[in-house]
C-alpha cells in the first residue's frame, strides 16, 4: 500500500477533523468535570491547534518509498499509535490536560480511541470510494460488451 500525496493529504484532513472533535469534548469533558477550573479559551484551542499539527507530524511513521505490504502497515499502525502516546501524553500532562494516573490513564484511552476512529472512518472511506470505483468499471466494461457485440 503505497500512499499518494493526495492519500496523505485525505489523511491529514481526516486527522484535523477528528483531533478537533476529540479536543472539544476535552474542553466540554474538563468543564463538566471540574466546572471550578478556569480555562482559557484562547490558550487551550491554540494548544489544541499544536496538538494537532503534532498528531499530523507524526504520520511521517506511514511514509515509505515502496508499497507497504500489509503486515508493514499493521507494524507502522501499532508504532504510530505508540508513538502518538510517546507524545502526546507528556505535551498534555506540561499542558495541565491531565494531573494523576488514572488522569493519564483516561487521556491515553482517548488518544487511542481517536485513532481507532480515525482509522474506522478512513476504511468507511475507502469502502465506499472501492465501491464507486467498481460500478464505475462494471458500467465501463458492460458498455464495451454492449459495443462490441
Not at 28 to 38: K, T
Not at 91 to 113: Q, T, V
Request: hydrophobic share 50%; glycine share 4%; aromatic share 12%.
Amino acid at each position: 500500500m503505497k500512499l499518494s500525496v493526495e492519500q496523505i493529504s485525505r489523511e491529514n484532513e481526516e486527522e484535523v477533523i477528528i483531533s478537533r472533535h476529540i479536543m472539544l469534548s476535552t474542553f466540554f469533558m474538563c468543564l463538566l468535570f471540574n466546572p471550578a477550573s478556569q480555562l482559557p479559551v484562547v490558550s487551550f484551542f491554540g494548544r489544541c491547534i499544536l496538538f494537532t499539527l503534532v498528531c499530523m507530524a507524526t504520520l511521517v511513521v506511514y511514509y515509505s518509498r515502496t508499497e507497504l505490504t500489509l503486515r508493514g502497515w499493521w507494524i507502522r499502525t501499532i508504532l504510530h499509535a505508540a508513538l502518538l502516546e510517546a507524545v502526546l501524553l507528556p505535551l498534555a500532562h506540561h499542558w495541565e490536560f491531565w494531573y494523576g494516573p488514572l488522569d493519564a490513564i483516561i487521556y491515553a484511552s482517548f488518544i487511542l480511541a481517536a485513532k481507532i476512529l480515525w482509522h474506522l472512518v478512513n476504511f468507511g472511506q475507502s469502502i465506499r470510494t472501492a465501491t464507486q470505483i467498481n460500478e464505475q468499471l462494471l458500467r465501463r466494461q458492460n458498455g464495451q460488451k454492449q459495443g462490441g457485440v
